[in-house]
């Protein structure tokens, strides 16, 4: 359960789009009185998106670690089975992130998922389709702001791993569907999304507490 | 969960370039992006269905033309095998819907590509009589679209890096390679399986995926 504090403090911190500089963060922080320990800045170039990347595999991985501990009622073992499976992959991206930035990780989020009915199946899985779909459409537009391969190799390997989870989670809300095989996130040319972190984040926002401030990314 | 019964995982031996958890060296080995640029945003030239295959770097056009090699064989499987009669009726909303998407992929590649494209390949998806029962039994047809997705995932994927100059085209193949991923989840969970063989897909050199698609031309 989220605290009254966290709440209110949500509602205060916002993701900082492109544009908006660290100076203005920290000038607004103290105000609230919120340590400045709270505000995460992503950072240039690739350790800016690695970072993002961590950020949202950090909102995964917490969600899906969440809906386990607290099941919905009657789980089925094949609901479960898919959802620890999910789980414990976000884990490992956002451990390998993690590991990849060293000294230039964004620390620990807090995040706030009082938004979530973690006791109703429709809730837990039409919030996991939210995540899956939003990390898709992230690392897809993310590409191009990558310049090391090797980053781009490993963002990669994770995204379509989204896209295998993406696909999982609408079968388990509708199995065998069209929208299984991508349907409502594919459009007519074939092509999943592409967003840019300033459309992502303001997405990821009412599920994250923590200040987080991406001011080179656009 | 395996995917030893097909193509892919027969030829996963050969797997390069692939990301090893705990390669020390991934993170530090900083190779230079190629500084190739597009000359004209891709998006104007989907927009006019003009091509601009001609003015594009050798590169990136033998990349897109290895992809549409692989989108073509993909869409000719699922034309003949959404008329054969081979797909249960649960089923084929998810196929037909695949197949919707592949089709598009050829048409986006070949606008793309114009003049370059190359031309559609002769197919033999009994790969010499080896699936001479592909039309018949589902459980061949599914082992080949579990192959021809994966092989697309981790085909797209292995050619990132020869992209990471050319931003609009890079970004529209990872929104194809995405795709692929939501079809090859798809069609594991039809196969009673995970959609996934773990956190991290792996990428596949060109002349790996080659060798995998290689039986099924004529």
Redesign the interface.
């Known amino acids: 359960m989220q605290s009254k504090t966290s709440l209110s403090r949500r509602h205060l911190l916002k993701w900082a789009g492109a544009g908006t500089t660290v100076a203005i963060a920290s000038a607004v922080l103290p105000n609230f009185g919120i340590s400045a320990a709270l505000a995460a800045e992503l950072g240039d170039g690739d350790i800016g998106v690695l970072n993002y990347a961590y950020a949202l595999e950090q909102l995964e991985a917490a969600f899906y670690t969440q809906a386990l501990e607290n099941p919905f009622g009657n789980m089925q073992v094949n609901d479960q ?2 959802l620890q ?1 999910i789980r ?2 976000e884990i ?2 956002r451990d ?1 992130l993690k590991r ?1 930035l060293g000294s230039n990780a964004i620390p620990a989020l807090e995040v706030d998922f009082s938004a979530v009915d973690f006791s109703s199946r429709a809730s837990v899985l039409g919030t996991a389709d939210v995540f899956e779909n939003l990390g ?1 459409a992230a ?3 993310a ?2 702001l ?9 963002a ?13 989670i ?2 388990l809300l509708r199995p ?3 929208e ?4 409502g ?2 459009d ?7 967003l840019l972190p300033s459309k992502v984040l303001p997405k990821a926002a009412p599920f994250i507490v923590t200040e987080v401030t991406a001011a080179t990314l656009p | 969960m395996s995917n030893d019964n097909t193509i892919l995982g027969a030829i996963e031996p050969e797997l390069v370039d692939s990301i090893a958890f705990s390669r020390r060296d991934v993170f530090t080995r900083y190779a230079k992006a190629a500084g190739i640029m597009t000359s004209a945003p891709l998006v104007l030239a989907l927009a006019s269905n003009q091509a601009f295959g001609q003015s594009l770097p050798q590169q990136v056009t033998d990349t897109l033309n290895f992809a549409l090699t692989l989108e073509y064989l993909e869409a000719a499987f699922y034309e003949q095998g959404n008329k054969s009669g081979v797909i249960p009726s649960q089923y084929r909303s998810v196929f037909r819907t695949i197949g919707q998407h592949e089709n598009a992929h050829v048409k986006l590649l070949k606008g793309v590509l114009g003049s370059a494209a190359v031309a559609a390949p002769g197919v033999d998806f009994t790969a010499g009589g080896k699936y001479a029962d592909v039309w018949e039994n589902f459980d061949t047809f599914l082992a080949l679209s579990q192959t021809f997705e994966d092989l697309g995932v981790a085909a797209y994927k292995g050619q990132a890096g020869n992209l990471i100059g050319s931003k609009e085209i890079l970004t529209v193949a990872l929104q194809i390679h995405s795709v692929e991923a939501r079809h090859a989840s798809e069609v594991r969970r039809i196969g009673l399986k995970f959609g996934w063989d773990g956190a991290f897909d792996k990428p596949l050199s060109k002349k790996a995926a080659l060798a995998a698609a290689t039986p099924f031309l004529a």
Do not use: C, M, W
Not at chain 1, 156 to 168: D, K, M, P, T
């Open positions: 089975r898919i499976q414990d992959h490992a991206h390998f990849a898709v690392y897809n537009g590409g191009q990558i310049s090391t391969p090797d980053y781009l190799v490993a990669g390997s994770i995204v379509s791993v989204e896209a295998r989870h993406a696909a999982a609408a079968d065998f569907s069209a299984a095989a991508g349907r996130n594919v007519q040319k074939g092509l999943d999304k592409a």
